[in-house]
């Protein structure tokens, strides 16, 4: 017996009950090449691919013909010459913020796409606020290709767009490893010590020439402690009250916890002070700088290695160890120069309203200032986000009305 392939598609205003009676009402010998469903603000659109035997094509487009009168719905039907795409093609997810997200973002993106040859399979906004976030399923692209194309539209248009293989490393649990100063939180610790010191200035310009890469992070923070000798350590307390977390922190942080991942903290600030903070968001483990203390007061002096640049690397390859998490699913945030070579070992680099040079090192670059943000980066939705907060007891804001 011949069969011919058909293409049937339903949109109109969404009902429970549509597919049910969509496939109830079919041949009961034909058979399911393909289904997808889409339902955007109570409008469906409901495709079926299906082998139906070459006699019975007439009397299947009449059944469902029926049925979409009955439901007020639109029908389309179309032959279909067999199979739709290659078995084996490479998926990527490309993932679009904007605050606001504005039209030339999109396009900047889809024509990226069609130029080099990737094919759009879906679209679906995974977040409405703080930031819009839109995700496309794509296949035919190379991931490489499209993250140097994407990082041209992302320029030109100042929207973040992230270009990530789609398989299973998307699942299972994954190591997050963040820097802590002008990312976790919105100040440089040195700089808050300095301003109790009374050298705040000085301080300043080294820490600024050394985050750019302009200077050597270890003998620079050095210098900048040296600076500090004599100060009492009740300046301590003063300046943890001082520090300020970025927006979206803790959610970023108590939305990973929930979720199985792993989080860590490393810093080339000062274990002294962040220890507090890294108890209060549950991140399992944190790497620092140890500040000389003597007599009450700083030694002007750190104690035991730096954690530099490199130092930082080693910090996130020593924790996915630890747990057990292969380097591929491994993230990695940070903002500066000495983030550099972590943000190239992860399995993805974010720079997080960085530097030029941790721009051009990372993966991908967030630049709205909601740290949460990179949430949707690893495929987290904003109802995940929600309904992490129910099962950890918080009620979560209403979203604006839009």
Known sequence: MTTQTVLITLSGRDRPGVTNQLFASLDSRAIVRDIEQLVVRDRLVLSVLLDVETLAVSKTVHIVTDLAAELGLELAVDPQMIELRP?????????????????????????????????????????????????????????????????????????????????????????????????????????????????????????????????????????????????????????????????????????????????????????????????????????????????????????????????????????????GIPMRRTIAIGDGANDIDMLEAAGLGVAFNAKAAARDAADTAVNVPYLDSVLYLLGITREDIEVADEQAGITTPSPPVN
């Open 87 to 323: 078995t084996k093609r490479q998926r990527i997810h490309v993932t679009l913020l904007g605050s606001p997200l504005h039209p030339d973002s999109i396009a900047h993106v889809t024509s990226a796409l069609a130029e080099h040859g990737g094919n759009i399979d879906r679209i679906r906004r995974i977040a409405s606020y703080p930031v819009t976030a839109v995700l496309f399923e794509v296949s035919g692209a190379s991931t490489a290709l499209m993250r140097r194309a994407l990082s041209v539209a992302a320029n030109e248009t100042g929207a973040d767009i992230a270009v990530q293989e789609a398989g299973l490393d998307r699942r299972g649990q994954h190591l997050v490893v963040m820097d802590v100063d002008s990312t976790l939180i919105q100040n440089e610790v040195i700089d808050l010590l300095a301003q109790e010191a009374g050298v705040l200035d000085e301080v300043a310009r080294i820490t600024e020439r050394a985050m750019a890469g302009e200077l050597d992070f270890a003998a620079s923070l050095r210098e900048r402690v040296s600076l500090l000798k004599g100060l009492p350590v009740s300046a301590i307390a003063r300046v943890q009250e001082r520090i300020t977390l970025t927006p979206g922190a803790r959610t970023l942080c108590r939305t990973l916890n929930t979720l199985g991942y792993r989080v860590c903290l490393v810093s080339g600030g000062f274990i002294e002070v962040i220890a507090p903070l890294s108890g209060e968001l549950s991140v399992d483990r944190v790497r620092a700088n140890s500040l000389g203390i003597s007599n009450g007061v700083l030694t002007g002096e750190v104690n035991g290695p730096i954690v530099d640049r490199l130092g930082k690397r080693q910090a996130l390859e020593e924790f996915a160890e630890e747990f």
